[in-house]
């Protein structure tokens, strides 16, 4: 049990379920967008008084386009706001931070014969045995 407690309380599971409740809730919201405001609009747009109950039927069966429509409204809602509140924000932090780390000095050198790659202080090419300017 004393494991199952501090798995738990481990920062990134409960930072996991945070996120999912709020994702749960910004989905709720973002349908009810796309239910109550811009599906009424496009209704207005197109003539018809409720978007959502918008279908055809088929051979008896019915394909309901305007909730189709609807769930498809919602999904770009969210896509777009994870996308410039998070994917973007993070990818400018990472190149931030790669921009703050200072390159390796190199180790080594390439041969000018060969282009093999030697160590620094060589001053002959382990690969082809040409003599090396010496640099200081």
């Known amino acids: 049990m004393n494991g199952f407690k ?3 309380l481990r920062g990134n599971v409960v930072d996991l ?4 409740m709020i994702g749960a809730a910004f989905s709720n919201v973002v349908s009810a967008f796309a239910k109550d405001l811009i599906t009424p609009l496009v ?6 008084p409720d978007f959502s109950r ?3 039927a088929v051979n008896g069966s019915t394909f309901a386009l305007g909730d189709f429509v609807n769930a498809f409204v919602s999904f770009l809602i969210i896509a777009s706001v994870i996308y410039f509140l998070v994917v973007l924000p993070m990818n400018a932090l990472i190149e931030r931070m790669r921009g703050l780390e200072t390159p390796a000095d190199p180790t ?3 041969c000018p014969e060969c ?7 060589a001053t002959r090419c382990a ?3 040409q003599p090396l300017k010496i640099i200081s």
């Not at 209704?43 to 018809?48: L, M, Q, T």
């Not at 282009?115 to 202080?121: Q, V």
């Open 115 to 121: 282009l093999s790659e030697i160590p620094l202080a």
């Open 6 to 8: 501090k798995f738990i």
């Open 43 to 48: 209704g207005a747009i197109i003539k018809a």
């Open 127 to 129: 690969f082809c045995g």
């Open 17 to 20: 379920a945070v996120g999912v």
């Open 54 to 56: 918008i279908d055809f």
């Open 108 to 110: 080594s050198k390439k």
